[in-house]
Nanobody
Framework: QQQLVESGGGWVQPGGSLTLSCAAS????????VGWFRQAPGKEREGVSC???????GYVDSVKGRFTISRDAAKNTVYLQMNSLETEDTAVYYC???????????????????WGQGTQVTVSS
């Protein structure tokens, strides 16, 4: 059974950092196209970042320079390092997999077929 499990969420003050993890299981390769998405209360889900099968990356403008996506293939895990967090980053963060070979990923939800359960990130003072 293909499964994604997010972890690493929590509470942090503005300006702080968190690292989210997305652990994949049941896939036949660690080289997955993975996206990070978030949904704040009362708002639509939005894309945050993605990493393609061949490790090209993408970011939404609001997180460029603050967030970094990376992969540890040996651990079947994709990370989202979040620095300089702002209150506007508060949301439930989800990771998702786009099946197949993806050379250039996109931070839009449509192509992503397998989703994790989400992890809460709260940025407040």
């Amino acid at each position: 059974q293909q499964q994604l499990v997010e972890s690493g969420g929590g509470w942090v003050q503005p300006g702080g950092s968190l690292t989210l993890s997305c652990a994949a299981s049941g896939f036949d390769t660690p080289w997955l196209a993975v996206g990070w998405f978030r949904q704040a209360p009362g708002k639509e889900r939005e894309g945050v970042s993605c990493i393609s099968t061949n490790t090209n990356t993408g970011y939404v403008d609001s997180v460029k320079g603050r967030f970094t996506i990376s992969r540890d293939a040996a651990k079947n895990t994709v990370y989202l390092q979040m620095n300089s967090l702002e209150t506007e980053d508060t949301a439930v963060y989800y990771c998702a997999v786009q099946p197949g070979f993806v050379q250039f990923c996109a931070v839009v939800a449509g192509p992503y077929a397998i989703w994790g359960q989400g992890t809460q990130v709260t940025v407040s003072s």
